[in-house]
């Protein structure tokens, strides 16, 4: 009886899966704790306010944000907004991210490439996107394409990067491995290379998407007649601050949602990792 009993307490089966109901309450209340921080903040800060422990001119309660945020979605004032800063973001982010995988798969594969390029990429690099957006709105004008051009440059540098170091990264064994079989450029490009790359340019584009984010900011602050930005400096000069707090809400609850779609897409690509 004490020896079946040993046996079905280190029953291989129950341990795998008492093991994977261990991992999956771990990773439920990771995720619980994502969701429970940015509200513990909420509430703290509604708290504080409504303690008249902070000036409430200058940081009013949550709640009486979210009041203002629902009076502008009913009044049609900010659909208008978010509308213009999403397409700007997506089309910036897009043009941005598409050639930096480019560029930097061929940076990451090609030597010649990789001496050519780098020394560019290094010299732009450092230089603020928005230090050029004067320049960027002479030439594209104040509409939506300079947003997009100026959103590109900045997203393409994480991405470009991150890529070419992915590449570079993949550890030698499999490129042993492709010329033993034989592997032609396009195999070698699709089998070892792309998913080589990919957890390093996953990251940059990560990074990417913060960086969208800030820019989109501050690009619309300038030179712009609509936008999250534009919504965010207007109602700071007339000193609208529920206004003006909703657009900063606004922009940090997409960079939350990017961020976890961005590592549910992740997770989907790289279920190892």
């Known amino acids: 009886m004490d020896r079946r009993g040993t046996i079905e307490k280190h029953d291989p089966f129950e341990i795998e899966q008492q093991e994977w109901k261990r991992r999956q309450s771990k990773e439920r209340y990771k995720q619980l704790l994502t969701i429970v921080s940015p509200i513990f903040l909420l509430l703290l800060w509604e708290v504080l306010s409504r303690a008249g422990m902070i000036d409430t001119r200058f940081f009013p309660p949550p709640s009486a944000i979210i009041g203002t945020l629902f009076e502008m979605v009913t009044n049609g004032s900010l659909v208008k907004h978010v509308g213009v800063s999403l397409y700007r973001i997506f089309a910036g982010f897009l043009a941005g991210v598409i050639p930096g995988i480019v560029i930097g798969l061929l940076m990451g594969l090609y030597s010649p490439i990789r001496h050519f390029m780098q020394p560019i990429v290094m010299a732009l690099m450092p230089i603020p996107t928005l230090a050029l957006l004067p320049i960027i709105i002479i030439l594209f004008g104040i509409g939506d394409v300079s947003k997009v051009v100026t959103i590109a440059g900045s997203v393409f540098f994480p991405v470009v990067i991150n890529t070419a170091a992915g590449v570079m990264n993949i550890d030698r064994i499999y490129l042993d491995v492709a010329d033993n079989y034989g592997a032609g450029k396009l195999q070698f490009f699709y089998k070892i ?81």
Do not use: D
């Not at 584009?205 to 207007?234: D, H, P």
């Open 193 to 273: 290379a792309l998913p080589g790359a990919l957890p390093v340019m996953l990251e940059g584009i990560q990074m990417g998407q913060a960086i969208a984010l800030l820019t989109i900011v501050a690009a619309e602050m300038m030179g712009a007649t609509s936008g999250i930005g534009y919504l965010i400096w207007t109602s700071y000069k007339a000193f609208l601050l529920q206004e003006m707090y909703v657009g900063l809400i606004l922009i940090s609850f997409f960079g939350y949602l990017f961020s976890v779609l961005l590592r549910g897409f992740q997770k989907k690509l790289l279920p190892w990792r």
